[in-house]
Nanobody
């Protein structure tokens, strides 16, 4: 069984930065995608960014391109999300995701990011 634990959320002013981390525990199979999704109040959960275990495939939501950067440390089963130039519309609960190509998903418990002055 895999568990994902996120950290790094919080309150930040518009234009500020935050770095989210997600560490996986348990046995993680070699071929997978790890990434981040977010859900704002009254909205569906949506993709923020994902990165393949090989590092060859990276996806970003259009709304975060050029501001957010995803990275992975496969040896430590960790994925990061560097968020710069944050905007109020980035306010949401951010969820870490581990996706196997067989279609199975694991989710973290979520971390709140609030962008407000």
């Amino acid at each position: 069984q895999v568990q994902l634990v996120e950290s790094g959320g919080g309150l930040v002013q518009p234009g500020g930065s935050l770095r989210l981390s997600c560490a996986a525990s348990g046995t993680v199979l070699g071929i997978n995608d790890m990434g981040w999704y977010r859900q704002a109040p009254g909205k569906e959960r949506g993709l923020v960014a994902t990165r393949s275990s090989s590092g060859t495939v990276t996806k970003y939501a259009n709304s975060v391109k050029g501001r957010f950067t995803i990275s992975r440390d496969n040896a430590n089963k960790t994925v990061y999300l560097q968020m710069d130039n944050l905007k109020p519309e980035d306010t949401a609960v951010y969820y870490c995701n581990l996706h196997y190509t067989t279609g199975y998903d694991f989710w973290g418990q979520g971390t709140q990011v609030t962008v407000s002055s």
